[in-house]
């Protein structure tokens, strides 16, 4: 099927893979096991976070039978893609990635500064860091701005 909008029953799934890439990319990164494992739950955020309408109404999934990954957007800017752990490096991301770029033309986001991963991803994808930095809300991580760049 490919990237299709989010509907409603879509969003336990949503949640899942938001949560379980959160603790494995971030909790290494944050150490904090309250907010990972404690406050960081799937039921709230698919009937709180995702399901605000500014959320929502800019949430898209991966679906191919069975939800793989999504995407959220804001213009132009990918707020957030994230990927069924089991299912990444599969093109997924990928697919995301180009319905952000070929729909919204999708030209910028924040990644976090340690997680090399998303951005030797997004490298690949032609997005540079801009040298714009800001910290995570609430902690002394940095934020990484990237732009996407002429195809090299």
């Not at 957007?73 to 490096?89: A, H, N």
């Not at 033309?105 to 994808?125: M, P, Q, T, V």
Request: with cysteine; hydrophobic share 40%.
């Amino acid at each position: 099927m490919g990237v299709r909008k989010a509907r409603t029953e879509d969003l336990s799934r949503v949640g899942e893979i938001f949560v379980f890439n959160n603790r494995i990319n971030y909790f290494p990164i944050f150490q904090d096991a309250s907010y990972s494992f404690g406050e960081l739950q799937v039921v709230s955020l698919a009937d709180g976070y995702f399901k605000k309408a500014e959320v929502f109404d800019r949430l898209y999934v991966f679906d191919d039978g069975l939800v793989k990954g999504f995407l959220q957007m804001d213009g132009r800017e990918i707020c957030k893609l994230y990927v069924e752990p089991f299912f990444q490096s599969q093109g997924i991301g990928h697919g995301l990635l180009q319905y952000a770029v070929d729909t919204f033309h999708a030209d910028e986001l924040w990644a976090l500064e340690k997680n090399s991963r998303a951005i030797a991803f997004y490298g690949r994808h032609g997005f540079v860091p801009t040298g714009g930095k800001k910290f995570e809300e609430g902690t002394t991580e940095v934020l990484l701005h990237l732009k996407r760049g002429e195809k090299r």
